[in-house]
Antibody, heavy 122, light 107 residues
Framework: EVQLLESGGGLVQPGGSLRLSCAAS????????MSWVRQAPGKGLEWVSA????????YYADSVKGRFTISRDNSKNTLYLQMNSLRAEDTAVYYC???????????????WGQGTMVTVSS | DIQMTQSPSSLSASVGDRVTITCRAS??????LAWFQQKPGKAPKSLIY???SLQSGVPSKFSGSGSGTDFTFTISSLQPEDFATYYC?????????FGGGTKVEIK
């Protein structure tokens, strides 16, 4: 069964850092691009960042560029999001999502994780 | 960036009703359009990709159409489990962008 499991969320003070992880199973992880998508409380979905299957190419939303870093360890089947200089407006549930086919980039998402909550507050 | 405008933002409907949601892109995106369902407190679920193709396991009561800038999503006969928020998303180019969502509520 294809599965994504996020972890690493929590409460952090403004200006602080946090690293999220997304453990993948049930598919050849290195063959697929992956993304992070977030959802602030009561709001809609916002794409945050994406990384190619090899990890050699990355994209970021303007709202996080220069503060967040996406990476992956294909030997561990794990996706990461390093979040620095956190702000109150970064408070959200963060989801990882898998690209569908590995044949096109970007591609549709087919699988989502269950999400991990990040709260930025003093 | 490509803006996605989804309408309506909410609707009330009865079990058995046919429901249609529209999504408009600010520039042409071919058929690189997906639809997602999200229930309260849950992760989004992928329903449709390439504007009209159903994800594996998704029932045929869900359908999508469109190309270019104008797209529609339809539930042919609304069931109790379909009450949720639905989002469109373009994946033609980065940054990926979502519509604002349509909350489908019970009348």
């Amino acid at each position: 069964e294809v599965q994504l499991l996020e972890s690493g969320g929590g409460l952090v003070q403004p200006g602080g850092s946090l690293r999220l992880s997304c453990a993948a199973s049930g598919f050849t992880f290195s063959s697929y691009a992956m993304s992070w998508v977030r959802q602030a409380p009561g709001k809609g979905l916002e794409w945050v960042s994406a990384i190619s299957g090899s990890g050699g190419s990355t994209y970021y939303a303007d709202s996080v560029k220069g503060r967040f870093t996406i990476s992956r360890d294909n030997s561990k089947n794990t996706l990461y999001l390093q979040m620095n200089s956190l702000r109150a407006e970064d408070t959200a549930v963060y989801y990882c999502a898998k690209d569908q086919s590995g044949l096109r980039w970007p591609d549709a998402f087919d699988i989502w994780g269950q999400g991990t909550m990040v709260t930025v507050s003093s | 960036d490509i803006q996605m405008t989804q309408s309506p933002s909410s609707l009330s409907a009865s079990v058995g009703d046919r429901v249609t949601i529209t999504c408009r892109a600010s520039q042409g995106i071919s058929n690189y359009l997906a639809w997602f369902q999200q229930k309260p407190g849950k992760a989004p679920k992928s329903l449709i990709y390439a504007a009209s193709s159903l994800q594996s396991g998704v029932p045929s009561k869900f359908s999508g159409s469109g190309s270019g800038t104008d797209f529609t999503f339809t539930i042919s006969s609304l069931q109790p489990e379909d009450f949720a928020t639905y989002y469109c998303q373009q994946y033609n180019s980065y940054p990926l962008t979502f519509g604002g969502g349509t909350k489908v509520e019970i009348k």
